[in-house]
């Protein structure tokens, strides 16, 4: 992306290139008065004469005209549609780039660090061979030798396998995002890059992407660049930037999470800003989702589960898990009880 | 045909020849899809012959072939990042759907150059070029929409023409 302060002359016409500085600064200026909606008759009068003096200043304006014609050329109708959708476009883009800059540095806690050293495997001897685990309500973040940035959330397994000719990550259980490194130093050149999950592989090249692993549930969502997503020896489907993904064991295809139907209420990139960000999720899904993140599970008797929770909670403060049950407790109309071996959300009239 | 483009031609099948199946692969490790590679790659060789009067100035054909490939992957992502916007917009604005799928794609393709016209643009100067431009608004409108001064909408008018014209 070049970004010019000074207008190149247009190479492919060697008379443009007499247009001075100076005339595209007068033609800026006009241009700037003329579109202002406050212009006068006089005004326009004025700069149809400063037009007539040279012919490079004609000259300059139908280069502008032609440009501005892009938009010009947009029917009335779907002026409306082409402004929300430009602009759509460029906030997703910088959340995309404020997201890059966010990514915290977690707290360090204990690493479950298991290193075996050199095996034989079908790819060539394995480089290394080390398992990453999180603890119940620990985060971690771990940069592995290609530059590779691995950050695991609550209660996660990984086993991280390089050889001479493959990087991949197998997460064997809980919640991973990954940017992947350049691989700079490798004797090969820059190596494949895969996730194994219990339900698909998925194959990235310099991109940014999360990994939900539950049960028999694979969740995909992609900040930046693209993801493969292969099932069985189904031919792969691509992931853009934004899409999320749930694979089923019992589905052969992905399927893509849309505004319009199976919702993902919780912000699949929420824990790695160390927030949880829901939006319209039923309680018994969030009670589930909290659960995760402490020993004691959280669980909703029938007559609240279909409650509805939006909203922002901290993960980085002590006891978030109390936290946001206190926050639920005051909004909705409901007690949390300590049993002992779980926390019960009752129904409690206010 | 003259002979300048004969010749344009020979240099092209020669180029596809020895570097088309490497092009594919390398197009294929950022992709990730073999069907959508191998696309890429024919647009690459489609883009040569349509832009260059002569390849022999081309030193290192794999760096030539690989720039053009990845500006049209930018290009792809870009557009599948205005068709995405598109959708959503339409959720907020159903009756301004383009019903008509040519109509939605030469929409998309009017999008994907203004949209390149205002690349490396500040948002905020942005957004007053487009309330200006698509919405028709005067300065003071979109001095209050945004809320600053109509001073500074006329500062950012100019950063945008000046950007405009400069970089295009």
């Known amino acids: 992306m070049k970004i010019n302060h000074s207008i190149q002359p247009d190479t492919t016409d060697p008379a443009e290139g007499a247009i001075s500085q100076l005339i595209y600064e007068e033609l800026i200026a006009w241009s700037v008065r003329l579109n202002s909606g406050l212009a006068t008759e006089l005004e326009f009068n004025d700069f149809k004469k400063w037009c007539a003096q040279d012919p490079l200043h004609e000259r300059a304006w139908n280069k502008l005209q032609l440009l501005e014609q892009n938009v010009s050329s947009l029917s009335p109708e779907s002026r409306l549609i082409a402004s929300e959708t430009l602009g759509l476009a460029s906030e997703q883009r910088l959340v995309n780039l404020k997201r890059r800059r966010t990514v915290k540095l977690l707290g360090s806690a204990a690493i479950g660090l298991f290193v075996t050293g050199l095996l034989a495997n079908n790819y060539g001897l394995l480089l290394q061979d080390n398992y990453y685990v999180t603890a119940i309500g620990k985060r971690e973040k771990v940069v592995l030798a290609d530059g590779t940035t691995l950050l695991l959330n609550t209660n996660s397994k990984v086993n991280v396998k390089f050889s001479l000719f493959k990087r991949e990550i197998v997460l064997h259980q809980g919640e991973i995002y990954i940017e992947t490194g350049k691989d700079n130093d490798s004797i090969f050149g820059r190596r494949a890059f895969w996730v194994q999950t219990e339900q698909a592989a998925f194959e990235a090249i310099g991109t940014q992407f999360a990994v939900n692993q539950q049960s028999s549930i694979t969740r995909l969502h992609v900040v930046e660049g693209v993801v493969a997503m292969h099932i069985a020896s189904n031919p792969p489907v691509l992931a853009y930037a934004n899409d999320t993904y749930t694979l089923r064991s019992d589905a052969s295809h992905p399927v893509k999470n849309d505004s319009s139907r199976d919702r993902l209420n919780l912000d699949p990139m929420g824990w790695v800003n160390g927030v949880l960000v829901s939006k319209q999720m039923r309680l018994q899904d969030f009670a589930a989702e909290l659960s995760r993140y402490q020993n004691t599970p959280v669980v909703c008797e029938p007559s609240v589960s279909e409650l509805i929770v939006s909203g922002v909670f901290q993960l980085d403060r002590p006891d978030p898990i109390d936290h946001a049950l206190k926050a639920i407790a005051r909004a909705l109309p409901v007690s949390i009880q300590n049993q002992g071996n779980a926390l019960l959300i009752t129904y409690h009239k206010k | ?168």
């Open chain 2, 1 to 168: 045909m003259s002979s300048v483009n004969s010749l344009l031609q020979e240099e092209v099948h020669a180029l596809y020849l020895s570097h088309h199946c490497w092009l594919v692969s390398w197009i294929r490790r950022r992709l990730g899809c073999v069907h959508h590679s191998s696309d890429l790659a024919q647009d690459t060789f489609v883009r040569i012959i349509d832009r260059s009067a002569s390849l022999s100035h081309v030193l290192e054909p794999k760096a030539f072939l690989s720039t053009i490939a990845h500006g049209l992957m930018v290009d792809h992502i870009r557009r599948k990042e205005l068709e995405q916007a598109y959708l959503q917009a339409v959720s907020y604005l159903p009756q301004r759907e383009i019903s008509s799928p040519e109509d939605r794609m030469r929409f998309i393709e009017a999008l994907m150059r203004i949209d390149g016209l205002l690349d490396g643009l500040n948002p905020k100067t942005r957004r007053a070029f487009m309330l200006s431009r698509i919405e028709g608004m005067t300065y003071p409108e979109i001095a209050q929409q945004l809320s600053v001064s109509l001073r500074t909408v006329e500062t950012y008018m100019a950063e945008a023409i000046r950007h405009v014209l400069a970089n295009n």
